[in-house]
């Protein structure tokens, strides 16, 4: 998560032999050690990276084990595609298993209310939450989009200027939905 504003708690990092103020917080959802549990192992030539093991049933998902559903068709019907390339057994990759719970349990992968508020103070007043939203590069059509000259941005800054979230009135259609991204990524 990103934090920006003059209010917020700091939050320092901590590098090898440094302290550091940022504004970028993770928050893990499946730890290394997980990955490499439900990772399939494969023999010989078949497919091993980043895919999940046919007989994983649970993911730990944020300390927590959750039922690991691994029927590729359900995924599919969700128009989440399964890459046939080097994965003959249709196994379900890390990514398309975050995809998964985005439609299924999307609560799961989003960060909690105390997640959001960790560097923010006490008294601040939430305004509104974004969970779709029209999202465009700086450098797309290949040309330098200022975020001032795209209007999600001047409607976010609309609605912190009047602190009045009925000033969120988007005409351009969300697409920061993963579907919309040929990697996932925005």
């Known amino acids: 998560m990103y934090y920006m504003g003059n209010c917020m708690d700091s939050l320092l990092e901590n590098r090898p032999g440094r302290q550091h103020i940022t504004n970028y917080s993770t ?9 490499e549990r439900i990772e399939n192992k494969g023999v010989g030539e078949e497919e ?3 895919l999940i093991d046919a007989e994983v049933k649970e993911i730990m998902i944020r300390n927590q084990m959750v039922a690991f559903n691994n029927n590729y068709e359900d995924y599919e019907q969700l128009g989440i595609e399964i890459s046939d ?8 990759s890390f990514d398309n298993v975050l995809r ?29 939450t974004l969970d779709s939203f029209h999202f465009m590069s700086r450098f797309e059509d290949d040309k330098f989009n200022v975020p001032s000259s795209q209007e ?4 976010i800054a609309k609605v912190l200027a009047t602190q009045d979230p009925a000033h969120w009135k988007p005409t ?3 697409n920061n939905h993963w579907s919309n991204w040929e990697s996932g990524w925005l």
């Open 172 to 174: 351009q259609e969300p």
């Open 27 to 35: 928050i893990v959802l499946i730890d290394s050690d997980e990955f």
């Open 85 to 92: 390339y080097d994965n003959p057994k249709k196994l379900i």
């Open 100 to 128: 998964y719970f985005n439609e299924t349990n999307p609560a799961l992968i989003s960060a909690t209310e105390d997640e959001l508020r960790q560097y923010l103070p006490k008294d601040l007043p939430k305004l509104m």
């Open 152 to 155: 999600t941005f001047q409607l």
């Open 48 to 50: 091993t990276f980043e």
